[in-house]
């Protein structure tokens, strides 16, 4: 049963039950075509079907929650494995919203595998957390020595459309990305609702969304500073905070700001200059993203 929290209020109905939901997938290349070798899934967590909007080459699976949102003590965990060659895209229908909680904390565990000579882009579109919220966020991307990944992130804190600020609850968020066992990018963060750092330059700086596009690919050092210049020509259309970056073996591109359409539809301009250089293959819009 959907569990849809009243539009005047952020908070879930006191006597909705809590989600405990896995989704395991797995994508393995046969006879020159991605296939979904693995779909398993526990509770209300699951994708319909695999889709080939670009042929064979590519399966492009799209990330279902029916109850709408995440609520205190509910537990996803996400586990996906890239077998060797294939190729996966991974995008939601929708944004992510994580309700406000009466006391228990949410989670969600997202671990990703690319083996050898295997793409992985992962696209979800934003999360959006609601004023009083207890959740974490955890992402893990092991990839091998020559796979290829291209990601990405938006966080919202609160509601802005409403009138809404994060100023109560609490996130948490780590990200790792490590290649053939050694680490590429660990990023920890932790939000208490209406902490200065919320509003100090060192920090948000007042802003309410926060995006993070990352790129890795074994042509990357040779091809950095000229993706670099390409991609610099780009900015958010809302005139937003951003940068991008690459450090070894890793493109970053970030934003900063309140706008978390904007800070999609730059990310989704850097990536179709990226997913040709990271992906081999021209840049073909989700169909879902339209919608």
């Known amino acids: 049963m959907d569990r849809l929290p009243d539009s005047s209020s952020p908070a879930c109905p006191v006597a909705a039950p809590t989600w405990h939901a896995e989704l395991h997938l ?70 992510g919203k994580w309700y406000r909680s009466g006391g228990a904390a949410a989670s969600q565990t997202v671990t990703l595998n690319v083996a050898a000579g295997a793409t992985l882009e992962w696209l979800p579109q934003e999360s959006i957390v609601f004023d009083g919220a207890i959740a974490r966020m955890d992402t893990h991307v092991t990839l091998a020595a020559d796979s290829r990944y291209l990601g990405w992130d938006i966080l919202c804190l609160g509601r802005a459309a409403a009138g809404e600020r994060f100023d109560h609850g609490r996130f948490d968020l780590h990200c790792r990305i490590e290649r053939a066992g ?41 091809q950095a500073a000229a993706l670099l210049e390409a991609l610099r020509t780009l900015t958010p259309g809302d005139g937003a905070r951003h940068g991008i970056t690459a450090p070894p ?27 040709p250089a990271c992906c081999g293959r021209p840049a073909v819009l989700p169909r879902i993203w339209n919608t």
């Not at 699976?61 to 060797?84: C, F, K, T």
């Not at 660990?186 to 926060?210: F, K, Y």
């Not at 989704?268 to 990226?274: C, V």
């Open 249 to 275: 073996g890793l493109l970053i591109a970030r934003y900063l700001g309140d706008n978390s359409e904007a800070a999609r539809l730059w990310f989704a301009e850097l990536w179709k200059i990226l997913r």
């Open 182 to 222: 050694k680490p590429l990018w660990i990023e920890r963060g932790s939000v208490a609702g209406g902490d200065a750092m919320l509003h100090s330059p060192a920090g948000w700086a007042g802003a309410t969304v926060c995006g993070t596009l990352l790129c890795s690919f074994p042509e990357l050092p040779q």
């Open 26 to 95: 797995g994508f393995a290349h046969r006879a020159g075509r991605t296939v979904l070798r693995e779909n398993r899934h526990r509770g209300p967590l699951r994708v319909q079907k695999a889709l080939y909007p670009e042929g064979d080459g590519v399966c492009q699976a799209l990330l279902l929650h029916p109850p709408s949102g995440i609520a205190g003590g509910d537990h996803l965990a996400i586990d996906i494995a890239v077998d060797d060659n294939s190729h996966a895209q991974i995008t939601t229908p929708g944004a």
